[in-house]
């Protein structure tokens, strides 16, 4: 069955360490993939999408993930974490073939000073 | 990409009465998304609102508990009815729109906070 995981519910680092948060989907065909960041009280941001053109996406506030066919996974990184990078973040996929998106449950970023 | 304008932003209401959630936006998109987040969890989709045809609720939503209005290519409205305190979530709009390369992603709201007592 087609499904999105997200390891890890909550992730805390240290201001300025390397912001790692994981992602794998279950799919026989590569899915669109998307990273989505919500603030506290806000809706969802959109960080950065995976379309196969490039395996290497930059988003916004230096943010990036790398699609691995080999491994299922679409991990987000950031290189130093800052205290505004404190939200949550969504791991979506579109499989191909459908409108619909399914989100991963969510991983809750803690950035301690 | 779209602006999306959603309200209210929040709301308290009490149990067995309904609330409608209006979601605004500044162009024309085919399909609007309604999700729900209950708290501490992540987005389900609750139905897919097309302009000029009934919605498409996902497994678990009813037409009479959520009814959704479309009644043009900007507009759509959810209505949680005869609430409980298990309708407490936050309600997102979402529409999906393809960039000029042809890719495409959602734009949310901002949502609406519900809380019901």
């Known amino acids: 069955a087609q499904s999105v995981t997200q390891l890890g519910s909550h992730v805390s680092v240290s201001e300025g360490a390397l912001v790692l948060l994981r992602c794998n989907y279950s799919?026989?065909?590569?899915?669109?993939l998307f990273w989505y960041v919500q603030y506290p009280n806000q809706g969802l941001q959109l960080l950065l999408k995976?379309?196969?053109?490039?395996?290497l996406v930059k988003g916004i506030n230096g943010f990036e993930a790398e699609f691995k066919k080999s491994e299922t996974s679409f991990h987000l990184t950031k290189p130093s974490a800052h205290m505004s990078d404190a939200a949550e973040y969504f791991c979506a996929v579109r499989f191909r073939g459908t409108y619909k998106y399914i989100f991963g449950t969510g991983t809750r970023l803690k950035v301690l000073a | 990409s779209a602006v999306i304008s959603q309200k209210p932003s929040r709301d308290i209401c009490q149990r067995g009465t309904s609330l409608t959630i209006q979601c605004q936006v500044d162009s024309q998109v085919t399909m609007m998304f309604w999700y729900r987040q209950q708290p501490g969890q992540s987005l389900t989709l609750i139905a897919t609102?097309?302009?000029?045809?009934?919605?498409?609720?996902e497994s678990g939503f009813v037409i009479d508990k959520f009814p959704i209005s479309r009644p043009n290519l900007t507009f759509s409205t959810l209505t949680v009815s005869n609430m409980s305190p298990e309708d407490s979530s936050i309600y997102l709009c979402?529409?999906?729109?393809?960039?000029?390369?042809?890719?495409?992603?959602?734009?949310f709201g901002s949502g609406t906070r519900l809380t019901v007592v």
């Open positions: 979402s529409v999906e729109e393809a960039d000029q390369a042809s890719n495409y992603g959602y734009t």
């Open positions: 799919s026989s065909v590569p899915p669109y």
């Open positions: 609102a097309n302009q000029g045809s009934e919605a498409t609720y």
């Open positions: 995976y379309t196969s053109a490039a395996t």
